[in-house]
């Protein structure tokens, strides 16, 4: 019996893409590309002929997309997609099981790779702080109420980064790169760059925690900050500079993971 020939992964990308119901700008964009134009290719065999695709491409769709779908698209369907097949093993880089590590399959390739051990989840902290937020009157703003309210794992490349902090999503402006609820990670130490997801934390009246907001980072400037959002979709954004207290860059999937 001829073996059947798995299809290549630009076409199971395009699959789970449309079975999320996502255009390919709308993942592109998500992924922190500026449209389809840039992210065509991962989708194009003609385009892309390599056995897998990119980890920290992977890594950043991976997060988009599970979820998403019927039936709903799970994070090991994507992980695949990079060559990542043992069960359990997250994009955080700590698996359900210690010790079991990516097998990650060559051309030509006649034994298995050897796993690399990847540490279990006690080599890792909970030591992260999670600010509380408090909902502010518009949609999906918030402010830091100044309080610690979980302690989360610390991913390994914030292992030394002491004023690294995880805050929870509010709203769905960002959706869907951002959900509701979703943790993400700050480095405050990392200047933010156009593209870069960002929280925009502005002045205060009388001392008074100012308002939070989850944005993509579109040009900044000495007068003013541009800012794009996806649901429902705008880049025209713009904040004086003058009323900013600070903008924190949200890091990506793949740099959580150091690839």
Not at 241 to 250: E, F, G, M, W
Request: charged content about 20%; aromatic content about 6%.
């Amino acid at each position: 019996m001829a073996e059947t020939k798995e299809p290549p992964v630009t076409e199971t990308l395009k699959t789970l893409r449309e079975r999320a119901g996502l255009s390919m700008d709308r993942l592109a964009r998500a992924c922190g590309y500026k449209g389809a134009s840039s992210y065509q290719r991962y989708e194009n065999p003609a385009m892309y002929g390599k056995q897998w695709l990119p980890l920290p491409l992977v890594a950043s769709v991976a997060d988009v997309l599970t979820g998403l779908g019927e039936p709903p698209i799970a994070r090991d369907e994507v992980l695949a997609l990079a060559g990542i097949t043992a069960a359990g093993i997250t994009v955080a880089g700590v698996g359900a099981d210690a010790g079991v590590a990516p097998t990650l399959r060559g051309p030509g390739e006649v034994e298995p790779a050897r796993a690399a051990e990847l540490p279990g989840n006690n080599a890792f902290p909970r030591d992260l702080p999670v600010y509380g937020v408090a909902v502010g009157g518009s949609a999906g703003d918030f402010s830091f109420n100044g309080t610690v309210v979980d302690y989360v794992r610390r991913p390994p490349m914030l292992s030394r980064i002491g004023s690294a902090f995880g805050v929870y999503v509010i709203g769905d402006s960002m959706s869907p790169r951002f959900d509701h609820g979703d943790l993400v990670f700050v480095h405050p130490g990392r200047p933010p760059q156009p593209g870069n997801d960002v929280i925009v934390e502005l002045h205060g009246e009388h001392g008074a925690p100012g308002p939070c907001y989850v944005k993509r980072l579109v040009r900044r400037s000495a007068d003013r900050v541009q800012l794009a959002q996806f649901n429902p979709p705008r880049d025209d954004i713009a904040i004086d500079a003058s009323q900013i207290k600070a903008v924190y860059r949200i890091l990506t999937a793949g740099e959580i993971m150091g690839v």
